[in-house]
């Protein structure tokens, strides 16, 4: 009985202990340390220490042909990571920033995220905030940045729409997989005011495999925008836990335990 008693006991110290240790931690895509190649159009991402190997791939698509070179300095090619935008932040951050010219409101760019197939799971509370979502129409500056197509997909394949934030000179229309964020007024890149132009975007608790927004010029300007620049700031996401080996073991352990006492309670009686 002594013996059974200090199984049942070391079971349940292994199964508290693993529960104790959830395999759950916010990472963060934090552009001030992660390397990024300026003008590349595609690069995969380690900011899991816990995983060896690459946890995300952020890739550039689309009418890439119009993407120019940044307008801070050293004025770096882009995609570029540079500190262009503020976003209201002391002090500033770096972004990962697009600057395009398009010729016309048809042509985008497209910017997909990918997290990394070792979460098996997905990944939940994936979060992101774009600078500089803003509107020009004067002599030589006239552009309207615009996102759309935003949407993750989910661990089923399912398209999943976000929550929308935007700030004084942005706003948002439509619904769902369809909404739509237009810049409505000029913004300050940097300083007390750049955090105007703000859209932060968010997937709550679903748990998704990667995401997409698409940049362009709406038709609030001239048919052939002028230069127009946005920064994606960093991305914050969670894995969702997988089921540990221990938390199996452990388990198997405490039924084994309890099957134990229930037959010595039985024979007692």
């Not at 529960?19 to 001030?32: G, N, Q």
Request: with cysteine; charged share 10%.
């Amino acid at each position: 009985m002594l013996a059974h008693s200090r199984f049942f006991i070391a079971c349940s110290t292994a199964f508290l202990f693993v529960a104790a240790c959830p395999d759950s931690r916010a990472l963060t895509i934090d552009w001030d340390s992660v390397p990024w190649t300026n003008g590349s159009l595609i690069n995969s991402l380690e900011v899991d220490p816990t995983r060896p190997g690459n946890d995300v791939t952020v890739a550039v698509s689309g009418n890439t042909p119009q993407l120019q070179p940044e307008l801070a300095s050293p004025n770096p090619m882009t995609p570029a990571v540079t500190r262009a935008f503020d976003g209201g932040l002391v002090p500033g951050q770096n972004t990962l920033s697009l600057a395009v010219n398009f010729t016309n409101q048809s042509q985008v760019i497209t910017v997909t995220v990918d997290f990394s197939a070792q979460y098996a799971q997905g990944v939940t509370n994936v979060s992101f905030t774009i600078f500089d979502v803003d509107f020009s129409n004067t002599s030589g500056n006239t552009y309207q940045d615009q996102l759309t197509a935003i949407r993750a997909v989910g661990i089923d394949g399912t398209l999943i729409a976000p929550t929308i934030t935007t700030s004084a000179n942005n706003t948002l229309s439509g619904t769902g997989l369809n909404q739509v964020v237009n810049g409505i007024a000029s913004t300050t890149d940097t300083g007390a005011n750049s955090g105007r132009g703000n859209v932060t975007i968010s997937f709550g608790t679903a748990a998704i495999r990667s995401f997409t927004f698409t940049y362009g010029s709406g038709s609030g300007t001239v048919a052939d925008p002028t230069y127009q620049h946005i920064g994606l700031h960093d991305i914050t996401f969670t894995p969702v836990p997988e089921m540990n080996p221990a938390w199996s073991a452990a388990l198997s352990c405490l039924a084994a335990g309890l099957l134990i006492f229930r037959h010595n309670a039985r024979h007692r009686r």
